[in-house]
Structure formats: structure tokens, C-alpha cells
């Protein structure tokens, strides 16, 4: 179907050219998965592009190489060499791809029926009305709730499952004999995520599809791909069957990307990064790097009954935030959705509490509860023996000293105006943990070398770090006060695999050694038990299972707990072969000629 030859592409910069992906070559076959797994910068959306046709010259440059395609309408070409009509031709309708992000993919300023209308008239010489009736039927077949409502809806006004449904309703509206899937699940909850997987495999197998899916996460890649290619700084390192990769893989780049996914069937002092992999002889394998980490069992439970003997730092006490429903031209109250619903919990000092559901489920509001960054409507938070609801606002802001937050995205949450220097120094003169400039200046460097940057980042803004380095960052800005207590808010939901587990590695050594408390809010499961030492389960505002973190993954009391567990990629041999089971059973049962 497909097959690349040394392809190489590369931009012109300020700074001079710069090699994006060298010599990457791959084949792959009428209706299997190819999945493309690397960390960000690694060339994996470039080869997507270069594919599609779709890198800009300028600037940049395809230098070397070719891709073959087994077009339906024009027999074997070499897509590098075609016009721009006939790749026009092409595009969308026999090569089609859903890009990460559905929110900026999709035009704000049209509904979502009519884009997908317009995408199915460019291609196929169709009336509005078969259009629309056929886009009707794509929006049935994604699973999408009510599509005659979907049609007339603007993509603000649908959840981010929905949106990305959408992109893939677009994609296979023309019946494409290729599908390229570029991280189509990085920020979706796990259950969605889930969801989207199941769905793309059906319509796969229903289609007789190839898809080409991108991934920075080796555990979803186990989930979908027949084969796997490895990339690293532009280059593929490994390429081989799903199974071949996870049991036997030989570059240390590999094996570090199996390895920094937390596992759920064991307790970590701290995860293995790709830096252990890549600094250690060949010969270390996945399972001595986790035995190396494991804690066990009599060690676990003797933290908790330390933790356990001790004053509680933080009490939350029937907490609510309820949001009224207007209606009318007066705005009469009719109802309130309640997004906190008489949630309570305790906190010890350098405990980690974790707060894990879906989108929706009431974790952040929580959050933001606590530090009164929205009003509760009820109930009483309790930090270090005062009571956070009753205080004035003077006194709140000199409380806020001791009881920081990490946000969900450190871009937004930085200023981008201000250089990453007058960030952190802000603060320490504000509360006056700094005397003059000079101090702060010395204080904030020995911040960024702590979270693991350089002294020279001082001078930066915030738009010339990688998103690992911007939330290490927003750690440094939410330690410079001195805090006691911590809410990291999703705070490595968006990042790679393997920034990720430098990331939580950082948390927790800086947990250490300051004795900090954190409540750490995910969707991810697997994240969040690596993190706890106790787990809250949140589902539409109220808290439906509590206990410590082992426990409740082993014994799962709630159904929603076990939606969530049943949903996390594991990443193991048994569940990469329980995948490809499923694979040839659904490929079976659904599979029409082409």
C-alpha cells in the first residue's frame, strides 16, 4: 500500500538548516497498523506530513528519497513526483489524516455537519442533501451521541471525544485506502481514549483501511499496531512486529520508553527514565530496571502508618461548589449543577493524596475549591488549623504563601510577555523570602538548577523551552514561595512518556526534600497510583471510592474504579497478545473485500 525510501526532509532556520528526519524507510501492507512511536522532536509528524505533502517549501526542503503509493484511481506512484491537482485529488480522499489537536483542526466558525458536508462534496460530485445525509450516517458510525444535533453544532460546544469523532467522521468520509492518525488520543481521557482506539480498529477492519498511528506512548501503540517503527532524533532506531518489540527490544532507546510508563502491577521508588537506558550497558533489560526500583511491600505499608500517626496538614469537610442554571431574559435560577458535591478528605504532611476521573468528574473545581480560587458554596477546608473559607482576603493571600498550584498547561499559565527570571523572582520579593533583586536573582537561579534547568534559562521567555522544560518551570515558580502543600492540577497530562517520568521522579525527590504535600489530580490511573499514597475516585462530583492506592487497583470496589483500570493501556506481553487476538477476531467478523 504504502512504502518509503529514505526519505529525508529538513528546514531552513535562522540559525541554518536544520535535519527534521534522515533516511527513514518502511513498508506497509493493504488493511494492517503501522504504529509510529518516539518522543516529541523525534520526526514523527514531519514523516506523517511528508507523506501527505503538506510541509511547507519554504521552509522546508524534501532532500532525498521517495514515497510509493498504491493509488485505487491512478495504479503505483511516487507521490514526491505528482502535481499539485493530482496530490489534491488525492488527499483526503484516498489519504486521509486525523490531526492531534481536533480543537484547531476544526473551523470554529462552522458547524460541524457542514465541514464534513464540504469535505465530501470537494471529493465526491454529491448534492447537499446526499451529503448531509451521508455525513448523518459517518456521525451514527463514530458512536457520536444524537448526530442530527452534532450536525448543527459548533465545535466549542462538544467535548474533546466528540470533536476528535468528528476529524475521524471527516477522514473516512471519501473511504480512504489510507489513514494517518497523528496522536489522535494524547490529551483524551483514558476511557475515551479507549473508545476512539476500539472505534478506529472497527472502522479499519470495516473499510479495509491501512493506518499509519502515531504515538509517543508504547503502551497505546500495543493496543492498535500489527508493526512498530522507533524514532529518535529523525532517525528510526528499531522497527519490528508489536509482539517482537515489547518481548525482545534492543535499543536502549526502546526499552526506555517501555520502561517509564508506570506499571500498574508494581510499586516504584521512583520510575526508570530514557537517561538509565541510554547511559547504562547494552545488556540491562526492562524487568531488572523495574526490580531495581520496587518497593515493597512491608516498606509500603510502614510509610502509611507514618504518615497515618501524624496531624492532618490539610481537612476538607463537605465540600461544594454548585454553578446555577439561568434561564430567561432576568436570569431566574432554575438549577445548579453540582460540580463539587459534600466531598471530604484528609491530607498528612508529605503525603500525596490522589484525585483521579474522567473530564467533567469535579477534580479541578475541587482543586480550585481548596485555595479559594473558586468560591465553595458549602462546607469548610481546614489548613494548617485555619479555616481557608472564613478568611479575608489579606489573610488569604498571606495563607497562599504556604499552599501553591501546578496548572494543566505551564504556557498558558506563564507569562509570556515576562522572561522565566522575573517569574520566579516576582514572588520571593512579594512575600519578602528575597531582600532585594540581587537575592532573589541568586534564590530563582538555584531554583532552576533544582528542577533540573540551567542558570542561563534565567534570561529566557517561555515560548523557547519544550513543554517538559516549562513545566518543570511552573514546579520552580510554585516552590519559590517555600509551600507546604501543593495541588498539581494534571500537570504531565500533555507530555511525552519520557518527560513525564523525569517529571514525577522530580516531584516526588522535591517531596523529599522539603516534606511537601501534594494533592496530584490526573486522569491517568496508572500516573496517579505510581504518585499516592491514597486515592480519591471522583465521579460527577462526588467521591465514590477512597482508600490507598494498592488496595483499591487490587480490589476495585465502584464500577466506574473498574471502568477506569479496565481502560489503561498496560503495556504487557499477555495484554499486547490479548490485543492481537482481538485484532484478527474483529478483522474477521467485520472485513469486506476491497
Avoid at 535 to 556: F, H, K, T
Amino acid at each position: 500500500m504504502l512504502e518509503l525510501r529514505d526519505l529525508s526532509v529538513g528546514f531552513e532556520t535562522r540559525a541554518g538548516y536544520v535535519s527534521a528526519i534522515e533516511q527513514v524507510s518502511f513498508t506497509l501492507k493493504r488493511g494492517e497498523t503501522l504504529g509510529i512511536v518516539g518522543e516529541s522532536g523525534s520526526g514523527k509528524s514531519v514523516t506523517s506530513l511528508a507523506i501527505m505533502r503538506l510541509i511547507p517549501i519554504p521552509p522546508g526542503r524534501i532532500t532525498s528519497g521517495e514515497i510509493w503509493f498504491d493509488s485505487p484511481s491512478l495504479g503505483r506512484v511516487n507521490l514526491l513526483t505528482l502535481s499539485s491537482p493530482q496530490m489534491r485529488h488525492l488527499r483526503g480522499n484516498e489519504i486521509a489524516m486525523i490531526f492531534q489537536e481536533p480543537m484547531t483542526s476544526l473551523n470554529p466558525v462552522f458547524t460541524c455537519g457542514d465541514q464534513v458536508v464540504e469535505a465530501i462534496r470537494l471529493h465526491q460530485k454529491v448534492s447537499y442533501k446526499e451529503a448531509k445525509e451521508r455525513t448523518l450516517a459517518l456521525f451514527e458510525e463514530v458512536k457520536l451521541p444524537n448526530p442530527a444535533r452534532i450536525f448543527g453544532a459548533y465545535p466549542h460546544q462538544l467535548s474533546g471525544g466528540q470533536k476528535q469523532r468528528v476529524m475521524i467522521a471527516m477522514a473516512i468520509s471519501c473511504e480512504p485506502a489510507l489513514l494517518i492518525a497523528d496522536e489522535p488520543t494524547t490529551a483524551l481521557d483514558v476511557t475515551v481514549q479507549k473508545t476512539i482506539l476500539d472505534l478506529l480498529l472497527e472502522l479499519q477492519a470495516r473499510h479495509h483501511m491501512s493506518l499509519i498511528f502515531i504515538s509517543h506512548d508504547l503502551g497505546v501503540i500495543g493496543e492498535i499496531c500489527d508493526e512498530v517503527l522507533v524514532m529518535y532524533k529523525g532517525k528510526v532506531v528499531e522497527q519490528g512486529s508489536v509482539r517482537d518489540i515489547f518481548s525482545h527490544p534492543k535499543e536502549a532507546y526502546t526499552k526506555g520508553l517501555i520502561a517509564c510508563r508506570p506499571p500498574l502491577d508494581k510499586r516504584l521508588h521512583r520510575l526508570p527514565t530514557l537517561v538509565d537506558f541510554l547511559k547504562a550497558p547494552e545488556k540491562l533489560t526492562v524487568e531488572e530496571a523495574l526490580r531495581a526500583e520496587t518497593l515493597s511491600e512491608a516498606a509500603y505499608r510502614q510509610r502509611q502508618q507514618k504518615l497515618a500517626q501524624q496531624e492532618p496538614l490539610l481537612k476538607v469537610e463537605n465540600l461544594q461548589v454548585y454553578f446555577p442554571v439561568t434561564k430567561g431574559i432576568f436570569g431566574k435560577v432554575v438549577d445548579y449543577v453540582k460540580a463539587v458535591d459534600n466531598v471530604s478528605f484528609t491530607l498528612h504532611p508529605g503525603e500525596t493524596v490522589g484525585l483521579v476521573g474522567e473530564s467533567g468528574s469535579g477534580k479541578t473545581t475541587t482543586g480550585r475549591a481548596i485555595l479559594r480560587l473558586i468560591e465553595p458554596t458549602g462546607g469548610r477546608v481546614v489548613f494548617m488549623s485555619k479555616e481557608v473559607t472564613g478568611l479575608s482576603a489579606e489573610e488569604l493571600r498571606r495563607l497562599r504563601r504556604h499552599m501553591q498550584i501546578i496548572f494543566q498547561d505551564p504556557y498558558s499559565s506563564l507569562n509570556p510577555r515576562l522572561t522565566v527570571g522575573t517569574a520566579l523572582t516576582e514572588p520571593l520579593l512579594f512575600h519578602k523570602i528575597a531582600q532585594n533583586p540581587k537575592e532573589a536573582k541568586e534564590k530563582a537561579i538555584e531554583l532552576l538548577e533544582k528542577v533540573g534547568l540551567e542558570a542561563d534559562h534565567f534570561y529566557r521567555y517561555p515560548h523557547e523551552f519544550s513543554g517538559g522544560q516549562r513545566q518543570r518551570i511552573a514546579i520552580a515558580r510554585a516552590l519559590a514561595v517555600q509551600p507546604k502543600f501543593i495541588i498539581c492540577d494534571e500537570s504531565v497530562s500533555a507530555l511525552d512518556v519520557s518527560v513525564q517520568a523525569q517529571v514525577l521522579n522530580l516531584l516526588l525527590d522535591l517531596q523529599e526534600q522539603f516534606g511537601l504535600s501534594y494533592l496530584f489530580i490526573s486522569h491517568d490511573l496508572s500516573v496517579v497510583k505510581f504518585m499516592s499514597d491514597r486515592l480519591l475516585v471522583m465521579n460527577q462530583g462526588q467521591v465514590v471510592e477512597s482508600g490507598y492506592a494498592e488496595d483499591i487497583y487490587r480490589n476495585p470496589q465502584h464500577p466506574y474504579t473498574q471502568k477506569l483500570i479496565e481502560a489503561i493501556p498496560k503495556g504487557r506481553l499477555e495484554d499486547i497478545e490479548a490485543a492481537i487476538a482481538r485484532r484478527k477476531k474483529a478483522r474477521a467478523s467485520l472485513a469486506t473485500p476491497a
